[in-house]
């Protein structure tokens, strides 16, 4: 029968009062005893199969107990010390109030024995003698083993010793948050954290964020479970508290951070430009702890500061990325622009460069000091490759006019200490466009709506098309190859015209721009490879209608080394920027242009080299007209320029001399 104390019996006695079934609130109110005295009686009469809990769900208050079948059948015998079942005077038991329902039986003997006398008193004191002859050594007793009995002393000490070290030794296993994590507000919100208790009674454990309790924990045994609500950034704490024998409380805590901010990185998003194909150096400051990958590449930092050595400038903008502890991010581009050198040159066709008289012309204005550029046509409207290509399409459909030595003129023209630009006219190119859709290569070619090729300009090629872009990029190498200084690209655009009307093999109707600053992108990274500066060239409009002609100048800014804007008087219409003749007042309209431009591309450091005007149309252009348009440019900061005449007779009087 199971031993139950005072208090024990007194819970089992209520339970039977109450039908075998009660809260343990309703037992401790009943008895007048403390509700985790009467959870502990409760909780023996369940080891002794007395009494079990009632289901419930846990973390939706107390549940109920109730008594057994073996409760109810000898509950009533255990509990008859108290009110329920009144003992008889004459039945006074020794062992009663100590669980034991048991008083001394005098024994019958067994019945082989029933019918034997008994000894008598005389033979029972008697000695026995023993039926066998006895011999005992005639020795000294033994010595006493003190070494036995100390040692039996010690171990007897050791335990007792374990024993309360193992009263005091309180464990407790957190799980679901590790200590000193970072988290975002997300990730914290709805964990559920665990506490797993050995070597106490875990009901009376008690839990603290920031040292407030805190609600909703839920109780299995000695296993306590508590799900994060949304919880404010910044340092946090979670302590559980439990109360040891003999020893009172012990505790165990954890720390941890909720953070959703980014981290901060100290780094600006275009640096200065810096020389082609010099080292560069990268230095800032991020979040401290955060880790940090520029290009990516994972920079060690010190404090939060970082250095990055770059062998030259890279080609295209640099992505920045930081992440702290808890996994927020930035993200940006940083662009690090090259130099552009100081550029003031004349245009010149492949067939004036082969023509003595004009290319005479060309290089008096260079022994006058009045340029230190020459741009000269690799691939014209016409889709004409001037000079003596080796690429094979350009034989191939017969686009190589060979007019010119390129790697010869590029001597020359370095020799006179100045520098060479090639123009490449990439995607208005009659002459492919022609020769692919002869060979029914029909996604080559820009269309009319109805399918058939778009007359515009002769023909207009796809810029989609990867053997376009291919073609394009071949030249632009060879010229890289022969020593070409700059590659400034034309025509970098679709036809005008609404998208509607016109069919551009797989683009269909959406913005083509991206794809023209791709191959941007693609053109850079070839070119750097040589040293080769890159520019494009774009109409006067784009600074605030580029998306009419698939020209996105900020996109392209990324990509490019310059931009180069046809911002020639005689393109623009009447009352334009509140310009009443633009054409007759080109002084005003290439001011008010080009600020439009160094509007657009404030913060990237790409250079500005405009297009200016030295032909006539509806006015007569002379050095008055050539000169105010330089003069305009150079009262907004800009030195830089170029200069357009389809003739290549320029207006040396109107040409200033290029600021040392």
Same mark, same amino acid.
Not at 208 to 236: C, K, M
Not at 394 to 404: Q, T, V
Not at 468 to 474: A, E, F, G, H, R
């Given at each position: 029968?199971?031993?139950?104390?005072?208090?024990?019996?007194?819970?089992?006695?209520?339970?039977?009062?109450?039908?075998?079934?009660?809260?343990?609130?309703?037992?401790?109110?009943?008895?007048?005893?403390?509700?985790?005295?009467?959870?502990?009686?409760?909780?023996?009469?369940?080891?002794?199969?007395?009494?079990?809990?009632?289901?419930?769900?846990?973390?939706?208050?107390?549940?109920?107990?109730?008594?057994?079948?073996?409760?109810?059948?000898?509950?009533?015998?255990?509990?008859?010390?108290?009110?329920?079942?009144?003992?008889?005077?004459?039945?006074?038991?020794?062992?009663?109030?100590?669980?034991?329902?048991?008083?001394?039986?005098?024994?019958?003997?067994?019945?082989?024995?029933?019918?034997?006398?008994?000894?008598?008193?005389?033979?029972?004191?008697?000695?026995?003698?023993?039926?066998?002859?006895?011999?005992?050594?005639?020795?000294?007793?033994?010595?006493?083993?003190?070494?036995?009995?100390?040692?039996?002393?010690?171990?007897?000490?050791?335990?007792?010793?374990?024993?309360?070290?193992?009263?005091?030794?309180?464990?407790?296993?957190?799980?679901?948050?590790?200590?000193?994590?970072?988290?975002?507000?997300?990730?914290?919100?709805?964990?559920?954290?665990?506490?797993?208790?050995?070597?106490?009674?875990?009901?009376?454990?008690?839990?603290?964020?920031?040292?407030?309790?805190?609600?909703?924990?839920?109780?299995?045994?000695?296993?306590? $479970?508590?799900?994060? /609500? &949304? %919880?404010?950034?910044? =340092?946090?704490? !979670? #302590?559980? +508290?439990?109360?040891?024998?003999?020893?009172?409380?012990?505790?165990?805590?954890?720390?941890?951070? $909720?953070?959703?901010? /980014? &981290? %901060?990185?100290?780094? =600006?998003?275009? !640096? #200065?430009? +810096?020389?082609?194909?010099?080292?560069?150096?990268?230095?800032?400051?991020?979040?401290?702890?955060?880790?940090?990958?520029?290009?990516?590449?994972?920079?060690?930092?010190?404090?939060?500061?970082? +250095?990055?050595?770059?062998?030259?400038?890279?080609?295209?903008?640099?992505?920045?990325?930081?992440?702290?502890?808890?996994?927020?991010?930035?993200?940006?581009?940083?662009?690090?622009?090259?130099?552009?050198?100081?550029?003031?040159?004349?245009?010149?066709?492949?067939?004036?460069?082969?023509?003595?008289?004009?290319?005479?012309?060309?290089?008096?204005?260079?022994?006058?000091?009045?340029?230190?550029?020459?741009?000269?046509?690799?691939?014209?409207?016409?889709?004409?490759?001037?000079?003596?290509?080796?690429?094979?399409?350009?034989?191939?459909?017969?686009?190589?006019?060979?007019?010119?030595?390129?790697?010869?003129?590029?001597?020359?023209?370095?020799?006179?200490?100045?520098?060479?630009?090639?123009?490449?006219?990439?995607?208005?190119?009659?002459?492919?466009?022609?020769?692919?859709?002869?060979?029914?290569?029909?996604?080559?070619?820009?269309?009319?709506?109805?399918?058939?090729?778009?007359?515009?300009?002769?023909?207009?090629?796809?810029?989609?098309?990867?053997?376009?872009?291919?073609?394009?990029?071949?030249?632009?190498?060879?010229?890289?190859?022969?020593?070409?200084?700059?590659?400034?690209?034309?025509?970098?655009?679709?036809?005008?015209?609404?998208?509607?009307?016109?069919?551009?093999?797989?683009?269909?109707?959406?913005?083509?721009?991206?794809?023209?600053?791709?191959?941007?992108?693609?053109?850079?990274?070839?070119?750097?490879?040589?040293?080769?500066?890159?520019?494009?060239?774009?109409?006067?409009?784009?600074?605030?209608?580029?998306?009419?002609?698939?020209?996105?100048?900020?996109?392209?800014?990324?990509?490019?080394?310059?931009?180069?804007?046809?911002?020639?008087?005689?393109?623009?219409?009447?009352?334009?920027?509140?310009?009443?003749?633009?054409?007759?007042?080109?002084?005003?309209?290439?001011?008010?242009?080009?600020?439009?431009?160094?509007?657009?591309?404030?913060?990237?450091?790409?250079?500005?080299?405009?297009?200016?005007?030295?032909?006539?149309?509806?006015?007569?252009?002379?050095?008055?007209?050539?000169?105010?348009?330089?003069?305009?440019?150079?009262?907004?900061?800009?030195?830089?320029?170029?200069?357009?005449?389809?003739?290549?007779?320029?207006?040396?009087?109107?040409?200033?001399?290029?600021?040392?």
């Amino acid at each position: 029968m199971p031993l139950l104390a005072p208090q024990h019996k007194l819970v089992l006695r209520q339970l039977l009062s109450r039908g075998g079934t009660a809260l343990p609130s309703e037992l401790s109110i009943d008895i007048d005893l403390a509700t985790e005295d009467v959870l502990n009686a409760l909780d023996h009469l369940h080891r002794t199969d007395l009494a079990a809990p009632m289901p419930h769900t846990p973390g939706l208050g107390e549940g109920r107990w109730s008594l057994t079948s073996h409760g109810q059948q000898v509950g009533p015998s255990l509990a008859k010390s108290e009110s329920i079942i009144t003992p008889s005077e004459d039945s006074v038991d020794p062992a009663e109030g100590w669980g034991f329902p048991w008083r001394p039986v005098k024994k019958d003997p067994p019945v082989y024995a029933r019918n034997l006398p008994r000894p008598r008193s005389q033979r029972r004191n008697a000695v026995r003698q023993p039926r066998f002859a006895l011999h005992v050594p005639n020795r000294p007793p033994e010595r006493r083993r003190w070494g036995l009995l100390a040692l039996a002393s010690l171990v007897t000490v050791a335990g007792i010793a374990l024993l309360l070290m193992t009263i005091r030794q309180v464990d407790i296993e957190i799980g679901g948050i590790e200590d000193g994590v970072a988290l975002q507000p997300s990730s914290i919100e709805g964990t559920q954290i665990s506490f797993t208790v050995s070597g106490a009674n875990a009901r009376s454990a008690e839990l603290l964020l920031d040292d407030f309790p805190v609600s909703g924990v839920q109780r299995y045994g000695n296993r306590i $479970v508590w799900v994060a /609500p &949304p %919880l404010t950034e910044g =340092p946090h704490s !979670l #302590e559980l +508290v439990v109360q040891r024998r003999l020893y009172g409380q012990t505790s165990s805590l954890l720390d941890f951070t $909720v953070d959703g901010t /980014p &981290p %901060l990185i100290d780094l =600006p998003k275009v !640096l #200065e430009p +810096v020389p082609m194909n010099e080292p560069v150096t990268i230095a800032g400051t991020s979040e401290p702890g955060a880790t940090l990958i520029v290009a990516g590449v994972p920079i060690e930092t010190r404090d939060g500061s970082f +250095v990055l050595e770059l062998d030259e400038p890279p080609a295209g903008p640099v992505s920045v990325l930081a992440i702290d502890r808890a996994g927020n991010t930035s993200t940006f581009n940083m662009i690090i622009p090259v130099a552009y050198p100081k550029t003031q040159g004349v245009h010149v066709s492949a067939a004036a460069w082969a023509h003595e008289g004009l290319k005479n012309s060309v290089l008096d204005l260079i022994r006058a000091g009045k340029i230190t550029a020459i741009e000269i046509s690799l691939k014209n409207e016409s889709g004409v490759v001037g000079y003596h290509s080796n690429v094979p399409l350009a034989r191939e459909i017969e686009a190589s006019s060979d007019l010119f030595n390129l790697r010869s003129a590029i001597e020359e023209l370095h020799a006179l200490d100045v520098r060479v630009i090639g123009r490449i006219v990439a995607f208005r190119d009659p002459i492919l466009a022609k020769h692919a859709w002869a060979q029914g290569n029909e996604d080559w070619v820009i269309q009319t709506s109805d399918g058939r090729p778009l007359s515009k300009y002769g023909g207009f090629t796809n810029f989609h098309n990867i053997n376009v872009q291919n073609y394009n990029l071949d030249i632009a190498r060879e010229a890289a190859e022969a020593g070409i200084d700059d590659i400034l690209w034309d025509y970098m655009r679709r036809p005008e015209g609404r998208l509607t009307s016109m069919l551009i093999p797989g683009v269909g109707l959406d913005d083509p721009s991206p794809i023209i600053v791709d191959f941007l992108r693609k053109s850079q990274t070839l070119l750097r490879e040589h040293g080769v500066f890159q520019g494009v060239s774009v109409f006067g409009i784009s600074a605030t209608r580029g998306e009419f002609i698939a020209q996105d100048i900020a996109g392209m800014a990324h990509y490019v080394d310059y931009v180069a804007p046809m911002v020639y008087p005689s393109h623009w219409s009447r009352g334009e920027y509140g310009i009443a003749h633009p054409e007759a007042q080109p002084y005003d309209i290439t001011r008010a242009s080009l600020a439009d431009f160094q509007r657009v591309l404030d913060g990237t450091n790409t250079a500005l080299v405009p297009w200016l005007q030295d032909f006539s149309m509806r006015v007569p252009y002379g050095p008055a007209e050539v000169k105010a348009q330089i003069d305009a440019a150079a009262s907004l900061g800009i030195h830089d320029w170029l200069i357009w005449d389809p003739t290549v007779t320029y207006t040396a009087e109107g040409i200033v001399a290029a600021p040392s």
